[in-house]
């Protein structure tokens, strides 16, 4: 929670700053606003957007004297003692420019790349939030990167952005968020990570709501005379056209078009030479007089022009007026455009009215096509401010909470959800229900973190369906819960079944969900059984998500064997390998959170066999990010079981890192393991190696009470990781580290067959540094220390050993183990990975 301050904003491309007034609405402070256009600068001077004159910047932001006045004005503020700005908005100009044809349009792609501009500007700043607006298209619309690569826009700005922000985007008709007309548009929005824990992207974003109708909007507005200006509000005025025109629209019924009308002089026409040449009807919308009683359609820059897209008002022979745009835009009364105020505008006389109306109307009206909704925008700074203000706990807070008020006590739980007493965050409520499962060790429930759930939202399918039916099948204190809601708040009907083995967790999800709410679009049905015997009931679930427990099962019963027989891992007691298989027989998408084991170790092999055979869509490598405090390396993956292989997108989240490879290449059979990180650079390095050339051994015996510092004749030297030099030509001896074991107590052990053995050869263990050595006389290794045994005859030259220790193998062998930094134990299957040179056998 930030103390209070005041909240800031930088607005990029700002137009007349219709859109960022919503920050000016709920007390943000405006740094510095930038606008290519001086008219249109104008406008937001005229409402005192900025504290100072010179936070109004107009230029061209390529030109590098335009950024430094951006910052310039941040520093001004710095020195008032705010920090840092609270958020950027930007809203760059974009051309849909698809991959097909864009050698066709390099100019156009040059305009995009203002988009490289606009996060040139964030990465220099460092907002704790920013928010990109633009067209449908906007994320696959392709720019040109600082390093001159033409990519999408959308994975630019993860790219270069994602290291320090969690990004969403959604693409949204602005008409169900808020705005009064149809509006379809790309929201992106990034939140520092320094905030992860409690506040998501997909927080931030607008709430969803039923589309208004034109009657809705605009109905009780005066009636508009001829060329009149409404007496009593300047704005409620429209542009006149030539009176012949009016004859084209004047017998027109709601949703006729003029190029419908039989007579042909009242069809839209030119009179060339004294002959009637009727107009091209391009657009159907076009000359239509509009419907009272269906949605708003979208507002163009061109709304003052009958021959406009969707401008005929129901009943009147003319045009929208301004003040009926600015309610379809969700623009405040208050709004100004012009020097004048409206009470003074009112004032004027006629004439007066009449010359300003035609010197300002056209660049209001373009303003207004341009514009983003205010209510928009006001939204999303609303709900920043709720976030930043509101009262959320880091893990110490969380764990002094539970502590006092002794919340493993039932009741005191139950008592704490119900009161908030201390009116924490839906967050903060979340992660102490989950600490506080008495049956936690034994469910092996842990909370999932709001920014690996938001990063599992952007990936799943969307669906054009009236009901959706979606599964989660161990939904603890349901972190997932409310990003579906948010997720899939346009569907019609959503049945979401929510279950858990324990009564507990249930019980405290009904507290937690009353807190949230229920979508009037969703029905929840809580289920409190084991999954794994829980009986499917009705059709296929079309989603089945969440984060299923990590442990062993550890009964079998007659009931669960039963359940399990149609699984195809039958070698596995993993209960989310078993939850997996389950969710992939009963849903047609199946998104769950995993061990990041399951794409390597041997146990989960005849997982990976089955997964082979369907669609791997997205993997989400989230590393040790998913549970605070639990050293567990995790995964989300995407999987749609009915569909065949095709490619599969995988985003490192440690390393910001994103890539596309066909299914086939990354599941490549030739491997025991999957090999998400898979590259040519890899593939040079496995044509130059035989593979498969060793089984592995590891003691599990050797402990330190066994051990003595003193080397004595009857003594092996135990030989450790830090022993075996980096660059695998030796060993060190470390002073106040090395230690023996008597021989007698190592006779008597599995490893002891190995002492002397000529044959074997040595590696570190858990290591992305392998280096390989000769066994060495009367030592023993530990279990720091793998144990390569040849399964042929053979014998490593100075060149093959010296190539493990090589950047070129320790690259390859950090892909073969997916990068991972826990549980790189050389087992049965990783061992494949030490291969022998082919030329230096």
């Not at 490549?668 to 040079?684: A, G, L, W």
Request: charged share 25%; net charge neutral; glycine share 4%.
């Amino acid at each position: 929670m930030l103390k209070d301050k005041s909240l800031t904003y930088v607005s990029l491309f700002s137009c007349a700053g219709v859109g960022c007034y919503g920050f000016h609405m709920e007390g943000y402070h405006c740094v510095a606003t930038n606008e290519l256009l001086p008219r249109r600068l104008d406008v937001q001077k005229t409402n005192h957007k900025c504290e100072y004159e010179s936070g109004y910047i107009s230029g061209d932001i390529t030109a590098s004297e335009v950024k430094q006045q951006i910052y310039e004005e941040i520093e001004r503020w710095e020195t008032k003692g705010n920090d840092r700005v609270d958020v950027v908005v930007a809203t760059p100009p974009c051309q849909g420019i698809s991959v097909i044809n864009h050698k066709k349009n390099s100019k156009e792609i040059n305009r995009n790349s203002l988009v490289v501009e606009s996060v040139e500007v964030i990465k220099t700043i460092r907002p704790r939030f920013f928010i990109f607006e633009n067209v449908m298209a906007f994320q696959k619309t392709l720019c040109i990167t600082p390093d001159n690569r033409i990519i999408p826009i959308g994975d630019y700005i993860r790219e270069a952005l994602g290291e320090d922000y969690i990004i969403s985007g959604r693409i949204l008709n602005f008409m169900n968020y808020g705005s009064n007309s149809s509006r379809t548009r790309t929201l992106m929005i990034g939140v520092d990570k320094k905030f992860r824990d409690n506040i998501a992207p997909l927080d931030l974003y607008p709430d969803y709501r039923k589309e208004k109708t034109l009657r809705d909007v605009i109905f009780n507005f005066p009636r508009l005379e001829w060329g009149e200006i409404q007496t009593n509000d300047f704005y409620h005025a429209f542009r006149t056209y030539n009176h012949e025109m009016r004859t084209w629209i004047h017998d027109l019924k709601e949703g006729e078009s003029a190029f419908d009308n039989e007579d042909p002089l009242k069809r839209p026409h030119r009179n060339i030479d004294g002959k009637v040449v009727e107009n091209i009807r391009k657009n159907r919308d076009k000359y239509t007089r509009q419907p009272w009683d269906r949605f708003v359609q979208c507002v163009h820059t061109r709304n003052d022009q009958l021959a406009a897209q969707n401008t005929i008002h129901p009943e009147q022979d003319r045009v929208y007026s301004i003040r009926e745009l600015m309610a379809m835009m969700t623009i405040p009364v208050d709004f100004q455009w012009m020097e004048y105020s409206l009470t003074e505008l009112n004032e004027m006389t006629e004439a007066e009215k009449k010359k300003i109306y035609k010197a300002h109307e056209v660049n209001i009206r373009q303003c207004i096509g341009e514009a983003v909704p205010t209510e928009i925008m006001f939204q999303i700074a609303a709900k920043i401010k709720i976030y930043l203000f509101g009262k959320r706990c880091d893990a110490t807070e969380v764990n002094k909470i539970i502590s006092q008020r002794d919340l493993t006590n039932r009741d005191s739980l139950t008592n704490f959800l119900k009161e908030n007493p201390l009116d924490l965050d839906m967050a903060s409520l979340m992660r102490i229900t989950e600490l506080c499962n008495a049956r936690r060790e034994k469910n092996a429930a842990f909370y999932t973190n709001k920014f690996i759930v938001n990063e599992i939202m952007g990936q799943l399918p969307t669906f054009n369906k009236d009901e959706i039916r979606i599964l989660e099948p161990s939904v603890g204190a349901g972190s997932f819960v409310p990003f579906l809601f948010k997720q899939y708040e346009s569907v019609p009907h959503v049945i979401l079944d929510v279950i858990d083995i324990d009564e507990e967790s249930i019980e405290a999800f009904n507290l937690l969900l009353d807190r949230i709410g229920v979508p009037d679009n969703f029905t929840v049905n809580c289920i409190c059984h084991d999954f794994l015997i829980w009986e499917v009931k009705g059709a296929v679930y079309d989603l089945a998500v969440g984060n299923p427990p990590f442990s062993k099962l550890k009964k079998h019963t007659k009931e669960i064997d039963a359940a399990l027989k149609d699984n195809t891992n039958h070698r596995t007691n993993n209960l989310a390998a078993m939850f997996l298989e389950k969710c992939m027989r009963c849903s047609d998408c199946v998104a769950l959170v995993l061990n990041k084991n399951i794409l390597a170790t041997e146990e989960y092999a005849d997982t990976r066999n089955l997964l082979r055979t369907m669609r791997i869509d997205t993997i989400i490598d989230f590393g040790r990010y998913g549970f605070t405090g639990v050293s567990i390396e995790t995964m989300c993956m995407i999987v749609y079981p009915k569909q065949k292989p095709k490619d599969t997108s995988v985003y490192n989240m440690k390393y910001n890192r994103k890539l596309v490879r066909s299914q086939n290449y990354i599941t490549d059979e030739q491997f025991p393991s999957f090999i998400i990180y898979r590259d040519e650079q890899f593939d040079k390095v496995a044509e130059k190696l035989e593979f498969n050339v060793f089984s592995v051994f590891r003691d599990r015996q050797i402990t330190k009470s066994m051990t003595t510092s003193q080397k004595g004749d009857d003594t092996l030297w135990i030989i450790k990781a830090r022993n075996i030099n980096d660059d695998g030509l030796g060993i060190t001896h470390i002073d106040n580290y090395d230690v023996f074991l008597p021989e007698q107590i190592a006779e008597s052990m599995s490893v002891a067959r190995f002492i002397n053995d000529k044959n074997v050869y040595l590696t570190p263990n858990m290591t992305y540094n392998p280096r390989v050595i000769e066994n060495l006389p009367d030592t023993i290794p530990d279990g720091s220390v793998a144990v390569l045994i040849p399964k042929k005859p053979i014998r490593l030259t100075a060149r093959q050993k010296a190539f493990f220790s090589t950047s070129e193998y320790r690259r390859f062998y950090g892909i073969a183990r997916n990068l991972s930094t826990q549980s790189i134990n050389v087992d049965n299957n990783s061992v494949f990975f030490y291969g022998v040179l082919k030329d230096d056998k």
